[in-house]
């Protein structure tokens, strides 16, 4: 079966500072047309933190399209000319003050390939310590860092305390790879 749409037009609706939205007309395989709204966002990482005493680095912050505060891992665009692993590095060093002795890319994931681009690389940071020469953090960013085990994040996804997707993939993760540190039973 052939799934692949031409694009016939596109046109950019809105230029923002952190996204851009197109619109597309195109032609599906049987020869129908559709619409297509597609948010364009730079690609970006995230980071499963796993301290000395096996606990996971949780960020409170207030997210504005969900209407409260949200806990999640770390994260960030990936900024023109760097590196996914170069943003990472950064993202640490701004969002925790932290750096990390082993850092592992896990996966690329698209956050919602129903309507935007975003790339997301996940990666673990472990053997973690302060970090020399702290980066200046984004002034619009409160952020209130938290440490959970295994076992309360895990409870956290199961309660819906946890509801970012990308901290819920996490979570699972290092609940599949105790050798990160930490398991369910100590």
């Known amino acids: 079966m052939k799934f692949e749409e031409r694009v016939q037009r596109r046109q950019t609706v809105y ?5 851009q939205v197109e619109k597309q007309e195109v032609t599906l395989p049987d020869q129908s047309t559709a619409t297509r709204e597609i948010v364009r966002h730079q690609p970006a990482v995230a980071l499963l933190m796993i301290d000395s005493n096996n606990q996971l680095l949780i960020e409170r912050q207030w997210r504005t399209a969900a209407g409260k505060p ?18 990472a590095i950064r993202e640490m060093n701004e969002e925790t003050r932290l750096q990390a002795a082993n850092l592992t890319a896990v996966a690329s994931f698209y956050t919602s390939p129903g309507f935007t681009d975003e790339l997301m690389t996940l990666y673990t940071a472990t053997g973690l310590t302060a970090v ?6 984004d002034a619009d960013e409160q952020i209130e ?10 409870e956290a996804v ?7 997707a990308k901290t819920v993939m996490a979570v699972w993760y290092w609940q599949a790879h105790p050798e990160l540190g930490g398991t369910l039973n100590g």
Do not use: F
Not at 15 to 19: D, E, I, R, W
Not at 158 to 164: R, T
């Open 15 to 19: 230029q923002g500072g952190l996204v």
């Open 70 to 87: 949200i806990l999640e891992i770390p994260a960030g665009k990936i900024e023109a000319g760097e590196t996914p692993r170069a943003a």
């Open 132 to 137: 020399t020469t702290a980066l200046p953090q």
């Open 145 to 154: 860092l938290i440490r959970w085990d295994l076992a309360t994040a895990v």
């Open 158 to 164: 199961a309660s819906g305390e946890l509801q970012d």
